[in-house]
């Protein structure tokens, strides 16, 4: 596609539910991100993905978020027993190679618990 | 835990004036980089500088990198109402888990009064 697509664009779910998020990469991008972002915040790393490395997983929060992605292509992002403090635009970001390189970002997941 | 910590937090200034952001860090990095956010969602990259490049130029923007100070500084010149946004650097850094992680920091939020 042309760019980072990520859905759905807005979620409000009820305390203790479970969400999934998903974004599909620019195609060819082997390095996927995961980053989330609290109100008037910067930006928290969550988890990476590079081809078929093992992710580095190091920004979870806790054992109720988790994240996958197959080969090259579409990543999901699943929050389980959803709590209020996971309120946050959720942004997904891809590049071309591993290193550092220029991130192509999404337009983020609007997440609201009530 | 934050890597680039930006200066100001807010920034207002008058069209045409140039707007100067700042960005420290603490370990050693590959690159640096800006990017530009509207109203809270994606982010778009704007500039990226190595660690071994002093200055670097795109459009209106200069950025300078001073390894030595763990140091950036964004001049945006001649600005205009549209550059009102929120500007972060990200600091490629080789992580724990061996990959090279973007880390980013709580962003300058810019006003340009028409």
């Known amino acids: 596609g042309a760019g980072v697509s990520q859905s759905p664009s807005n979620k409000v779910t009820e305390k203790g539910k479970d969400v999934e998020l998903r974004c599909d990469p620019i195609?060819?991008?082997?390095?996927l991100y995961w980053y989330r972002q609290r109100l008037g915040q910067g930006l928290e790393f969550l988890i990476y993905f590079q081809g078929n490395s093992a992710p580095d997983k190091s920004g979870l929060p806790s054992d109720r978020f988790s994240a996958e992605r197959t080969g090259e292509s579409v990543s999901t992002l699943t929050i389980q027993r959803t709590q209020q403090e996971d309120s946050a635009v959720y942004l997904c970001?891809?590049?071309?190679?591993?290193?550092?390189?220029?991130?192509?970002f999404g337009s983020g997941t609007q997440l609201s618990v009530l | 835990s934050q890597q680039g910590e930006e200066d100001p937090q807010a920034l207002s200034i008058q069209e045409g004036e140039n707007a100067t952001m700042n960005c420290s860090y603490k370990?050693?990095?590959?690159?640096l980089q800006w990017y530009r956010q509207n109203s809270g969602r994606g982010l778009v990259h704007l500039i990226l500088i190595r660690s071994n490049e002093r200055e670097k130029h795109s459009g209106r923007l200069r950025v300078t990198l001073d390894t030595s100070k763990k140091s950036s500084s964004l001049l945006i010149t001649a600005s205009r109402a549209a550059d009102t946004a929120s500007y972060f650097c990200?600091?490629?850094?080789?992580?724990?888990?061996?990959?090279?992680?973007?880390?980013f920091g709580k962003g300058t939020k810019l006003s340009v009064i028409p």
């Open positions: 370990t050693s990095i590959n690159n």
């Open positions: 195609s060819g991008h082997t390095a």
């Open positions: 970001a891809s590049s071309l190679v591993l290193g550092g390189e220029k991130l192509f």
């Open positions: 990200a600091t490629a850094a080789r992580s724990g888990a061996g990959s090279y992680q973007l880390t």
